[in-house]
Nanobody, 115 residues
Framework: QVQLVESGGGLVQAGGSLRLSCAAS????????MGWYRQAPGKQRELVAR???????VYADSMKGRFTISRDNAKNTVYLQMNSLKPEDTAVYYC?????????WGQGTQVTVSS
């Protein structure tokens, strides 16, 4: 199994920035893709960005140009740099890790953007 711990959420004003971190432990050698998802109240969980073990990235259209996903393999950590934040970015942000046989999720970190 893979354990994931997110950190870095908080309250920020519109236009501000935050950096989320996701530290992985356990069977990290089996991870193919890591990603960030978010879920706002009353809405479905949606993809924010994904990064493969070879550092190829995919972003949701609404995050392109504002958010950047990266990974530090030495630290087994994935980051999400979020710039130009908007009130509609308010959500719980979840990290996930995909392997050939299972997907693990973190507990989530709250991001609140005030107008």
């Amino acid at each position: 199994q893979v354990q994931l711990v997110e950190s870095g959420g908080g309250l920020v004003q519109a236009g501000g920035s935050l950096r989320l971190s996701c530290a992985a432990s356990g069977s990290i050698f089996s991870i193919n893709v890591m990603g960030w998802y978010r879920q706002a109240p009353g809405k479905q969980r949606e993809l924010v960005a994904r990064i493969t073990s070879g550092s190829r990235t995919v972003y949701a259209d609404s995050m392109k140009g504002r958010f950047t996903i990266s990974r530090d393999n030495a630290k087994n950590t994935v980051y999400l740099q979020m710039n130009s934040l908007k009130p509609e970015d308010t959500a719980v942000y979840y990290c996930n890790a995909e392997t050939d046989s299972f997907t693990s999720w973190g507990q989530g970190t709250q991001v609140t953007v005030s107008s």
